[in-house]
């Protein structure tokens, strides 16, 4: 994409799972590229990540909470992609400070940061499907109330509208994507708390029995990572998207079952078996979901062009070649 | 009401205005009351706001914040007001980060609290009308979207969304009110940020004229504080009620003009002008906005008793007796 050649760019949570493919994809525009991540053990930073592109990006240890570091930051920069933030909705719930401070302070400190030292920076956010909640209809759309099941969704839901806040209040521009279950090379898999795609690719790749939560027919859909790299990109240079909170989607919703289906024949190994729900895992399910992503595709032309036979083909790859970094 | 009589009751932020006016009440009902207050600058909290009832009540001087502190004041408590917050949506504007802090980590660490001490407690907490933002329909009914359109509106939207959570995932009994305009004595007049009805009354009773932003036609329904207290019991003892955000609303709804006319008619001095909106009140001024208390009322059968006329004439005799504890 050669609107970002030459772009100073900024990238909160960048030696994360997207923010590295991103920073990857982004220095291959021709972008200068600046990565702040806090290295928190709780976000998904890996130094590991952005191993091709070491000697191409300037890596900042930064918390995004830190205003006086993020007005420094900011200074100068064209783009700020801001993505340090927590995934993990389980985790949520059982700390809900450490969500609360990633999710809420973090995107609050990056805008503020603009508003106090660069009013002219375009501002990225990924926010989060989850905050619709459980919804009686599908797919989801943007119109449609939030009603976040979790901490996590509250605290994303929360973070998406200072963006939207900080465009209408004060003129800086933003655009917040809800983003689906995402996955591809560099998720964390140490654990399985960020999310059942990474969790279960880790499973087959070792051959593990994977358990399914209750009867394996809930809906999701999913997105390949470097479809979604391809969505913060569009959103960035859409510039007529502003304050807007867009959703992505997934090219078609798939169950559990199918997904874990399509995984165990590209490892060629692992088997899979249906669990009762934990209760805590019950209490915040939200059930079938999967997004409609219209709205986005008819502002910027996007959609998935990766397919989860594809993208899971490649991602198992990735790990299989790199599992010293990830295991 | 009989319901409190005995009973073992916390309010945080319990030195404000609605606080304040609370606890009077749950004294008066036999309850037996404590007070938490932060007695930060930028809340409310003033200690001559209990003077009738201070040899009744116990008054800790705690931060809502403090989880260790909050651990142990919700023990043994049948009831938790969770008010502690910050009202302004202006200063939510200049300083997001003590309203985020105020109106989610303040309800969050209350909430938190009691998952971790005193599962049996039951909390009311006060939300906002604001949550909503600028409205194409009205009024304000509350399975309509909410879209806030200021730091405060986003933070105490997400304050509510986790007292819903909580109660869904954990099981703790919670209720969240959305307020309207409150007005009544006890409200800090010492500046006008924090709201205008306020305002307004402390410069009609100095006979200064008071500045209207826009033309004065925008609509707002407000409640005098002893209906908003008797909503808070009401809803406390709603058992029924669990996980739900409703709205209260005012008996009907008046322009602002209208406001200020009937509360110089009984001051019987001072004048007012319109003047155009500042650029940074216009920026998150939501228009006409009033909401419907119907299934609030439906479920508790409260509705809001005290005439404007009636709520200013108390109003005004109040802080002209008690002025020097609040000018």
Redesign the interface.
Known sequence: MDEYRGKQVLITGGLGFIGSNLAICLVKSGASVTICDSLEPTCGANSFNIDPVRSDVTVIEADACD?DRMRRLVRGKEYVFSLAGHVSHSES?TD??SD?RMN??AP??VL?ACRQENRDARIIYTGTRQCYGRSATLPLVE?????????NG??K??GE??H??YW???GISTVSLRLVNTYGPRQLVKHSRQGFAGWFIRQAIDGEEILIYGDGQQLRDLNYVDDVVNALLLAGVGGTLNGECLNLGGAAPLTLEEFVRVLLKITGKGAFRFVPFPS?AR??DVGNAYSSFENFQSLTGWTPRISIEEGLARTVEYYRQYRAHYW
């Open positions: 205003i719930m809900p400070f609360l809420t302070v609050l400190t503020e119109t449609q109330p939030l009603n976040p099941v979790d901490v509250i605290n839901m929360a509208r200072y939207n806040v209408m209040a004060h805590e209490s915040i």
